[in-house]
């Protein structure tokens, strides 16, 4: 088939109308060649998408001296949409404008017809508050870009700020805005991206002046129905989805209308008063969905209390209002949190209708009137509060009634462990009061609302917690104390951390008031506290409070004498093992094995071999040999673990599960992946039936799946589908915060690591360290290792200036904490080196690649890859 | 190593290329590769690693640099042609290269001493568009050199038209239907 012949049917046809191109294909004698004709008008059609991704890839380094009929002056930003240059226009007026030019891949010609039909509803926005649209096109290599007037303005919130501005005159500016908002309302042009960074400041003889900047480019630059998904419209349209209103997270978004434009205005309010945003999004589109559930979910807090936060930023943010925390809650308390909470709404019916109607109620706010928005009803709240825990709460049903059995135990114990007659009889008391307290629960979960047992679970919880607060102030601290520590555990179970604390908390120090008569329960509750601060990534208060419950217990013992009690015996074994297990985790390696040897000796010597406790032993050493390197040993322990618990019908327990993740990770550092990955489905599959597929621990199966696949290039697909898979009963549990969610979106960066998707990886890395930096504080280990990720995504996409000083963070952090001769540190030493090196500060480069050069040989050995690399780019450096 | 080609030498050799000499085509096309190679290089460097080089403004600034001064329409047209040539060969290399590596990298870990330009599917993209050219060359040579001047070094149709010495009309139609023919040719070799 000739091309000549091809191409002579193909311009024919695009010469000619539709009609007549139908005649042309359908009357040639060549029925191949007609169809291939079809294939490439169609293709001509759509502009050609591989040759445009090719072109895509290749993104903007020189700045263009002119696009279409405006001269450019210099580059004034850059965002996830594109580029933003000042530009002048010469004719027919000469004039300064705003370019902004779009990435690749927004369909050029779409954008720019979708903006043709806008462009006559844009003409007639002229209005003081909004900087006017002029112009779009394409340019000359095919991208999309829009002219608009320069505002040479700042963002609202940073003119705020920097002015420090009282709420006064904050709210004056906001009225402009909401004033520039509703004319193009009243014209039909819905805004759908309004943030701070679009609504620039100006002075205009002293006064400040907003404007409004981008009316038009969000609507223009968003495929209408269902052929867009949700990654594209997040990800293209918005560069942050702080503002973005519920229905425009959704994944099949509602028709869009004015009620948007108010929610993101609300969210702008709030900023403005508080400061802070009402809650974090996730600042990605990895997954869509959950995105999605955030903006739906999230509860906002209100302004007066985010206000009156504890902590420096509290006293800043309020600083830059000039009022204290205080002051400035007792302001916002009452109309000003009500008319915000109102306009951000979740569900739009109940939002205000239109910026006009959002104005009036400030309006009347300053005149003193009354407002229209109001305190949301409780029943309403109350739905809500189900709707977004149902899951959480059917968690808590079950840990609730375990917790009731734990008091029960304690109480048992107790009496069990009661040496003297009148004392025997008091904690037959204790068990009777906690039994009638339980009991009590129940009565109160006896609710008319049938059907809702899931519900009422959690509800019972905070119910007896209130109860435990008023009533039972003046029980006896024993049963008091159980209590609190069997609520508080039943609140971290369901990944309550901050109520597990508190209540954990107060049980410890009631038991510590009588920590010398009953060491048992002393160590018991301190046990549960050690477990909640390692849930929450805090080993060293857990090791500490580990510590003291070891301390207690062996002084227990040693006033027991020989043949001591054989509980506080057993306990002293498992407040070691947990020890240990939080001193592996923190890397105390030494002290960790010593601990784990002592304690599985101690057991065989004193004939417990086979006992929980001895199971308990042999998994904890294992896991400690692993972290050793000692991969052999560790792996022998650990399947004797192993065996040990399926003997004893234990395969689908907590600790089975654990010992399978050790033994999954010694097979996978010894190339044994496929195995690894076999066992770990199984886990998957026991998780499944022991917690349901709700539960936050299913969420960490599919996570170290994840993991134990993520070095094999083939599975990448695969374990980012499991970290993906991970993060949905993670947030569904634990809500958005959470360590297990921190580690889950540090793997997934990882793992974009490998697969070279820099942008995507920066994005889980961010989010990793928000959370990391909120939950372990910047000093941990653990937030060092995410950011040091975090650099190398941004130094991959060109933000070396950030990553060298975000590296320099790590290794100062890392020096400080681990050491600066330990492997870590020398590793984020390295790495800022090579980026030094980039960036051609060679001196410095050399001098610090050669000290890591130095110590990694002293930490790893000559021969290590590491320490091979590190040679390699000295060499490069010294010019060998 | 070549030393950096210096103004007049490039106007010595578009004149040369301009009046017909056989060796002086080869000769600044050398040179101009070089030249394209050394500032790609610079670029990397200064912009490190995740904005990848766009070829037009790479060519472009190559040629404000070196050949702005050197007068005639004769002359910017010789150099577009070798730039355009040159940077195709700059851009297949480097996305072989960089396959090559990937293709070797296995279970390497992650580390910052092979930093380059980044990996995407714009590798495979710039391989089988090079492919597909190298088919069409062989049939209609006319539209494979129109597509190389437009799509390497970001010549205008008109500028395209001129060097090619055919009317816009004419290469505005070449030019649709190559752009659809390579597309089609690069979807159907595209690995899934």
Redesign the interface.
């Known amino acids: 088939m000739s091309l000549d012949a091809e191409q002579a049917l193909f311009d024919a046809c695009l010469a000619a109308d539709a009609a007549g191109r139908e005649r042309l294909l359908t009357g040639c004698a060549d029925a191949a060649l007609a169809a291939r004709v079809r294939r490439l008008l169609e293709i001509h059609e759509q502009e050609p998408p591989s040759l445009s991704i090719g072109v895509e890839n290749l993104s903007p380094l020189a700045m263009p001296k002119r696009i279409g009929r405006y001269r450019i002056l210099e580059r004034i930003g850059e965002g996830a949409m594109g580029d933003v240059f000042l530009a002048e226009q010469q004719e027919p007026v000469r004039r300064r404008v705003a370019l902004k030019v779009l990435k690749f891949g927004l369909g050029t010609r779409e954008v720019i017809a979708r903006f043709e039909l806008e462009r006559q509803a844009l003409a007639v926005l002229t209005h003081p508050n909004i900087a006017g649209i002029l112009d779009a096109g394409a340019t000359e290599d095919g991208r999309p870009y829009f002219a608009m007037e320069y505002v040479g303005g700042i963002a609202i919130t940073r003119y705020c700020d920097e002015r420090r501005l009282p709420l006064e005159g904050r709210l004056g500016l906001f009225a402009q805005v909401c004033a520039g908002v509703q004319h193009a309302h009243l014209r039909g042009i819905i805004h759908r991206d309004l943030k701070p960074s679009n609504i620039l400041v100006t002075e205009i003889d002293g006064a400040p002046a907003c404007r409004i900047i981008d009316f038009g480019i969000a609507k223009a630059t968003t495929t209408a129905g269902a052929e867009t998904d949700a990654y594209t419209r997040i990800g293209h349209v918005l560069g942050t989805p702080d503002y973005m209103s519920p229905e425009q997270a959704q994944l099949s978004p509602l028709e869009i209308d004015a009620r948007t434009d108010v929610y993101s205005l609300g969210i702008v309010l709030y900023e403005l008063l508080t400061g802070a945003r009402p809650y974090s999004v996730t600042r990605d589109a990895i997954v869509p969905e959950t995105l999605a559930r955030e903006i739906a979910e999230a509860e906002p807090l209100r302004p007066s209390l985010r206000a009156a936060e504890a902590g420096a930023d509290a006293a800043r943010r309020a600083a830059r209002r000039g009022l204290a925390p205080r002051a400035l809650a007792q302001r916002l308390r009452g109309d000003l949190d009500w008319i915000v909470l109102k306009a951000i709404e979740k569900d739009r019916n109940r939002r205000y209708a239109s910026a006009h109607e959002l104005a009036d109620d400030l309006e009347r706010h300053a005149r003193s009137e009354a407002v229209l928005a109001g305190p949301p009803s409780w029943t309403y709240r109350s739905g809500r509060f189900v709707r977004r825990h149902r899951f959480a709460a059917a968690a808590a049903a079950g840990l609730f009634l375990s917790a009731i059995l734990f008091g029960a135990g304690m109480a048992w114990l107790a009496r069990e462990t009661a040496q003297e007659r009148d004392r025997a009889n008091a904690e037959a008391e204790i068990a009777k009061r906690v039994t009638a307290f339980t009991a009590g629960l129940f009565e109160m979960a006896n609710p008319e609302s049938a059907g809702a047992s899931d519900v009422t679970a959690r509800e019972l919880l905070d119910g007896g917690v209130r109860r435990l607060e008023t009533e039972l102030l003046r029980e006896r601290p024993e049963v008091r104390a159980a209590l609190l520590e069997a609520a508080g555990s039943a609140y971290r179970g369901i990944g309550e951390h901050g109520e597990a604390s508190r209540l954990i908390g107060q049980a410890v120090a009631l038991r510590r008031e009588r920590g010398a008569a009953e060491p048992l329960p002393l160590a018991q509750a301190l046990l549960a506290e050690s477990a909640l601060r390692r849930d929450q990534g805090n080993f060293e208060g857990a090791a500490e409070l580990a510590r003291e419950a070891v301390q207690a217990l062996e002084r227990a013992l040693a006033a027991a004498g020989s043949g001591g009690e054989t509980e506080v015996a057993r306990t002293l074994a498992v407040a070691r093992l947990d020890l240990a297990e939080i001193l592996r985790r923190s890397s105390a390696l030494d002290e960790a094995s010593a601990l784990a040897v002592k304690t599985l000796e101690g057991l065989e010597k004193s004939g417990a071999t086979g006992t929980p406790e001895f199971v308990y032993a042999t998994h904890t050493l294992g896991r400690v040999r692993a972290a050793q390197d000692r991969l052999g040993e560790a792996e022998d322990l650990l399947r004797r673990a192993h065996a040990m618990q399926l003997a004893t019908g234990g395969g689908n327990t907590e600790r089975a599960i654990e010992t399978r993740n050790g033994l999954a990770d010694v097979l996978v550092l010894t190339g044994r992946p496929a195995e690894a990955e076999s066992l770990l489905r199984q886990n998957l599959e026991s998780v499944r039936v022991v917690y349901g597929e709700r539960h936050g621990q299913y969420g960490v199966a599919w996570n170290n799946l994840g993991n134990a696949i993520s070095d094999i290039p083939e599975k990448f697909g695969e374990a980012e589908q499991a970290y993906l898979k991970a993060l949905e009963p993670l947030s569904a549990m634990y809500g958005l915060a959470h360590p297990e969610i921190a580690t889950t979106y540090n793997n997934l960066g990882a793992l974009y690591l490998k697969t070279r998707e820099w942008q995507k990886a920066a994005q889980a890395y961010q989010r990793s360290l928000e959370l990391r930096e909120q939950l372990l504080g910047p000093a941990h280990a653990y937030t060092a290792g995410t950011k040091l990720g975090y650099a190398l995504a941004l130094n991959r996409l060109g933000r070396a200036a950030e990553a060298e000083r975000l590296l320099r963070e790590v290794h100062a952090m890392l020096s400080d904490s681990i050491g600066p001769a330990h492997s870590r540190t020398v590793n984020a030493q390295y790495y800022l080196g090579v980026i030094l090196k980039e960036q051609g500060k060679t001196a410095e480069a050399l001098s610090v690649v050669r000290e890591a050069r130095q110590r990694l040989e002293r930490a790893l050995g000559a021969d290590h890859p590491r320490t091979l690399a590190a040679q390699k780019t000295l060499d490069e450096l010294e010019g060998k | 190593m070549r030393k950096p080609l210096i103004q007049g030498d490039l106007t010595r050799l578009l004149q040369a290329a301009g009046s017909g000499d056989p060796g002086a085509y080869a000769r600044l096309y050398d040179a101009v590769y070089a030249e394209l190679r050394r500032v790609a290089g610079a ?1 990397m ?1 200064r ?12 060519v ?2 190559a040629y404000l640099r070196l050949a702005s001064g050197a007068p005639g329409w004769e002359n910017r047209r010789h150099f577009f042609a070798a730039a355009a040539e040159a940077m195709r060969r700059i851009l297949v290399d480097h996305a072989r290269r960089r396959r090559s590596q990937k293709r070797g ?9 092979g ?1 380059d330009v ?5 590798d495979v ?2 391989l ?2 090079d492919a597909a050219l190298t088919e ?1 060359a062989a ?2 040579p006319r ?1 494979a050199e129109l597509v190389t001047l437009r ?1 390497f070094a ?1 010549m ?1 149709i008109e500028d395209a038209a001129r060097a090619l010495e055919i009317s816009p009309a004419t290469a505005k ?2 030019w ?2 190559a ?6 040719r ?2 159907a070799r ?1 690995p899934t």
């Open positions: 670029s460097r912009e490190s690693a995740g904005h990848t080089l766009q070829p037009t403004a790479l472009n600034e990298a296995g279970l390497e870990r992650v580390t910052l001493s930093v980044p990996a995407g599917d714009g993209d710039v089988l568009i069409l049939e209609r539209l799509y970001g205008s139609r070449d649709a239907f752009r659809a023919w390579l597309a089609e690069v979807e595209r």
